[in-house]
């Protein structure tokens, strides 16, 4: 049949038209819109943006674009920029989008909608970091910074707190730089698929594991050396969704010959074609795959920007969470995060039902997000009600980790292709999620401690270690991570590692040298770390002495002469007739005469630069066997002296890092006094071993404890002995989400307390470990199921034995041929450990104890061990209170007691009576439940009828010491307990405990000792 003339005309207009319009887009990359762009003016130039304000007051027609100068006041340009009643409001875009991502086409632009909507809109301009100078060095501090100060700027300018929104990666600029400022001229801020929770919430429904390996890979080996081209950044955006990407091109074509119908969309689709992406630079992508994927600082808190440490828990203006209900990127369960990791602050989100791009682009933008926006806006400045559709997100709101699964079920059709190509993508990371677990289910010490344990095995008596060196690989291998955290400050590894240098070169200068014994008292500081490093470095013993009263009998008793002292206790040391050489305290609170003293030297005072070098000094000389610490340990109201070698601090260093799994990625929060032999060896030296981050505080708080925690993203808590204890006695707001910890680790934790522990956060783990000051022995319980057991003994550390002791002297059994009898399964003995490494000579060594010419040290400590090879501590020999039924352990006895919900802390001790000697056990109450004989009774049972207290009475409180050791020496001194109801004896007939008498109690006190308890 012969074609109509009109169908061929048609025919031949549309492939007419399609020609044109074909070459048309060949030559410029698209259609021609004639469509201009919504005027603004550049207020301000910086080497990092340009900061635009649309529709300022000297902005002209449309697309006009005017350079103004610094906004230093509220005039630019002789200007005055004051929007009136209008709010401002700041958007920021992500780092690889152009920032005309706000206004891509007039009628989808932000900008224009928000501006006829009554507000200020001003947009930060990253530029093209490739063609920037610096461009391509930018970090993301730079960019959190940049976004506060242009907040700064724009108050300046309009004389009002402004709102803060922020797109995709934006937002999270947006929350981060509220932190940074803590929320101040912030009115609100307004983020638009912004996730919070990379990891848990990834793309795709990836697992987590996948993610972070990925992360770690191109962290380390992709983008350490190169940027993300724009190209390749768009290719990326769309390869996320290749069959709408598909799905448009052939839309594109199939209309081609309809310029009238593609216009509308055109300048969206060359956007988002590659227009509208820019180059990546590769340090702010290794520094976002580090910190928000790998460490996932924005959930966990302690994420750096410049020198500062900030947690989203800082922020305290409200905050609404747009989100795409169908968003692959942005997945809602990781935008809703923002609510459990800012308590402070009121959350609400917007559900649209719009993927990542239809989020602030397109028809769903313009009819539905931004005039929820501005109703948004005008609610917080008290101008308009609350919008409709914008609902509160609680702090534990959850929802789908993925919307993947609804967008299936409701795309039918085509879609199920695209189900199939996502379903391959989950499927493949759900593989390689069981490889990962199996891998770590077969051997993860094998993959990450074995480096760690390998080397400990290496180390002989002349090995090179010490503290200082493992401080000095750490600068070489990660010097911009951070070391310490303080008062809100992040010292890097480089930093630090400088900062050891100068004080080795003045400690130098004053005359310290290699050998000598020099003191340290500071407070929990940086420069007390420093201080300690340094005189490791320079090859000098660091005496650490206690702040106490008895400061001249300590300096007396170390033979010191010298002490590295903070501002606050110069004066201490003077007056106790050693030389205060005086470091740290910088700022306002250094207080110290212009005119020193002879007794006193500045070390701040010194130019290391001016200093030279001895030719003797050789940095970190220290070995394995050389004595790197002396500690000091009071017993019996009498201080003692504790030598530690570099190989012992570096066993509880490396073994306390493969026992806790230290990381880069760790936070370890370090509350225990560098004084006390757990802060060096155990919290700052597994830290150190470990690559992780230290946060120091200046003293146990357990009211700013949980915000602590938030703000230096805390992943490890360090403890002594009842330290907790303050911690758990704290009330829980019903509103607060409390923050995750991973681990608590430390030594002494009583089992009542630990058990407070694990119900107060969720999800944590306590370990446990014993180390031995001076014994090559550290014992980790690795368990979670066995709580107050000390565990068993890491590998490359000194193997150990228990020896049976005679139940009345506490002295070893000895069997056939004099030699050592060895303790059964859940008998007590004394645990020995036989010495890698030569022993110091003021260590008492024992000789022949199994076998002829074998060597062993005593810990003096006792112990059971059960069937599966855990030890679990009894007490120190020193504190067995040896009855007449038999030896009474007060460790054991304690965690008995404190398995009652009704029960405190308990301790134990000996109270000499007219038979002999009994065992007094006290208790405190925890809560308001009475605590009955039954009760007791029943808590004993685990115990040995023969090693059961004589007596248990209830006290109001048990003192502790400054290390949070429960001490019953006051108790001790007031003799028996008084009679009365709260006081139970045990009936030696019945085996049951029964009020103690008055008549009883006369009974057993012998008439030479004074009475203390009537």
Not at 514 to 520: E, L, M
């Amino acid at each position: 049949m012969t074609p109509r003339p009109d169908t061929l005309a048609a025919a031949l207009t549309t492939a007419t038209s399609f020609v044109v319009n074909a070459i048309e887009v060949l030559r410029f990359g698209g259609l021609q819109t004639d469509e201009e762009p919504s005027p603004f003016e550049i207020v301000t130039r910086r080497p990092m943006y340009r900061l635009r304000r649309y529709y300022g007051p000297v902005a002209g027609g449309a697309g006009h674009r005017r350079d103004g100068v610094d906004v230093d006041g509220v005039e630019v340009d002789g200007v005055v920029m004051d929007a009136g009643s209008r709010p401002p409001i700041v958007l920021v875009p992500p780092m690889m989008i152009s920032a005309d991502i706000w206004d891509v086409s007039p009628s989808t632009s932000a900008v224009a909608a928000l501006h006829e909507a009554g507000m200020d809109p001003w947009v930060i301009d990253f530029g093209s970091p490739d063609i920037e100078d610096g461009g391509l060095e930018r970090t993301l501090t730079d960019h959190v910074v940049a976004v506060s100060e242009v907040v700064d700027l724009v108050t300046a300018a309009t004389g009002r707190s402004v709102h803060l929104g922020g797109y995709s990666q934006g937002g999270m600029f947006c929350y981060q730089a509220a932190a940074y400022r803590r929320s101040r001229d912030l009115e609100s801020i307004v983020t638009f698929g912004s996730p919070v929770d990379w990891r848990g919430n990834a793309p795709l429904g990836i697992p987590e594991e996948v993610v972070v390996s990925v992360a770690r890979f191109v962290a380390d080996y992709v983008f350490s050396d190169r940027p993300l081209p724009g190209w390749l950044a768009s290719t990326a955006f769309r390869l996320l969704d290749p069959l709408k990407t598909a799905r448009s091109q052939m839309d594109f074509f199939r209309q081609l010959h309809n310029r009238e119908a593609l216009l509308g969309h055109e300048r969206q689709r060359r956007f988002i074609g590659g227009e509208g992406f820019v180059a990546w630079s590769g340090p702010a992508i290794v520094d976002m795959m580090q910190q928000v994927i790998i460490q996932n600082r924005m959930m966990v808190g302690g994420f750096v920007v410049g020198d500062h440490v900030v947690a989203l828990a800082d922020i305290t203006c409200p905050v609404l969470a747009v989100l795409g209900e169908v968003d692959e990127i942005g997945v809602p369960a990781g935008v809703r995060k923002i609510a459990a990791v800012a308590p402070a602050a009121e959350v609400y989100e917007f559900p649209v039902r719009a993927g990542h791009f239809g989020l602030v682009v397109g028809s769903t933008a313009s009819s539905l997000t931004w005039p929820a926006v501005a109703d948004w806006i005008g609610w917080i400045e008290g101008t308009g009600e609350r919008p409709e559709g914008i609902a509160e997100v609680g702090p534990d709101s959850a929802g789908d980790p993925s919307p993947t699964t609804a967008v299936m079920l409701a795309a039918e059709g085509v879609n199920q292709v695209a189900g199939v190509g996502v379903g391959m993508v989950r499927g493949t990371g759900h593989l390689a999620l069981s490889a990962l677990q199996m891998t770590r289910a077969l051997g993860y010490e094998a993959l990450h401690a074995a480096p760690r344990l390998m080397r400990l095995g290496q180390i002989q008596t002349g090995t090179r270690i010490s503290f200082a060196k493992i401080m000095a690989e750490r600068a070489r291998t990660q010097p911009d991570d951070a070391c310490f955290l303080f008062a809100d400050r992040v010292h890097t590894y480089s930093a630090v590692d400088t900062r050891i240098t100068n004080v080795v070169r003045g400690l130098i200068e004053v005359g310290v040298r290699q050998g000598d014994h020099i003191g340290v008292v500071m407070e929990t500081r940086p420069s007390a770390l420093v201080a300690i490093a340094a005189l490791s470095r320079l090859g000098a013993v660091a005496v650490l002495l206690p702040p106490s009263q008895d400061l001249s009998e300590l300096l007396q008793l170390s033979s010191v002469s010298e002490v590295v002292v903070d501002p606050e206790h110069a004066a201490k040391v003077t007056d106790a007739g050693a030389r205060a050489l005086v470091l740290g305290g910088g700022g306002a609170d250094r207080d110290l005469p212009g005119d020193l003293g002879e007794g006193v030297v500045d070390l701040e005072r010194i130019d290391p630069d001016a200093v030279e070098l001895p030719r003797w000094y050789r940095p970190d000389p220290g070995r394995a066997g050389d004595l790197a610490f002396v500690v000091f340990t009071r017993t019996s109201g009498s201080w003692q002296t504790k030598l530690v070698t570099n190989h012992r601090w570096a066993l509880s260093a490396f073994g306390t890092a493969s026992a806790a799994r230290l990381t880069a990625a760790s936070t370890v929060y370090c509350l225990s006094p560098l004084h006390h032999p757990s802060g060096l060896l155990t919290a700052v030296g597994g830290a150190v071993a470990g690559g992780a981050r230290i946060a120091l505080s200046r003293g146990f708080d357990p009211a700013t404890f949980d915000e602590e925690i938030r703000r230096y993203g805390v992943t490890v808590v360090s403890y002594t002995w009842a330290m907790m204890r303050e911690l758990v006695r704290q009330p829980v707001n019903p509103r607060e989400t409390l923050p995750k910890i991973a681990l608590f680790m430390g030594s002494g934790m009583p089992r009542g307390v630990w058990r407070r522990v694990l119900d107060r956060y969720p999800g944590t783990r306590v370990l446990e470990l014993y180390a031995g000051t001076e014994v090559d022995v550290v014992l980790a319980n690795l368990s979670t199921s066995k709580q107050g057991a000390r565990g068993r003994p890491l590998p490359g550390t000194a193997e150990v034995r228990l020896v049976a002791v005679d139940p009345d002297s506490g002295s070893i059994r000895t069997g056939p041929g004099g030699y050592a009898v060895p303790s059964e399964v859940g008998a007590p003995g004394v645990l020995l450990a036989r010495p890698r490494l030569r022993v110091d000579a003021s260590v008492r060594r024992l000789r022949g104890v199994f076998r002829r010419g074998d060597t062993w040290v005593s810990t003096d400590d006792v112990f059971e061990r059960d069937r599966d090879g855990d030890f679990w501590m009894l007490g120190p020999a020193s504190t067995v209170v040896r009855t007449a039924h038999g030896p009474v352990f007060p460790i054991k006895v304690a965690d008995a007691l404190g398995d009652l919900p009704e029960v405190d802390l308990a301790v134990v001790y000996g109270v000499p009576v007219a038979t002999g000697l009994v065992a007094v056990a006290a208790v405190s109450k925890w809560g308001s439940t009475a605590i009955t004989a039954a009760d007791v009774g029943g808590a004993l049972v685990s115990v040995p009828s023969a090693g059961r207290p004589d007596i248990v009475h209830v006290v109001d409180d048990i003192p502790v010491t400054n290390w949070y050791r429960p001490d019953a020496t006051r108790l001790a001194t007031r003799g028996l307990p008084k009679a009365g109801p709260r006081t139970w004896i045990r009936d030696p007939g019945s085996g049951e405990y029964v009020r103690l008498t008055k008549a009883v109690r006369d009974g057993l006190v012998p008439s030479t000792v004074t009475d203390g308890g009537r």
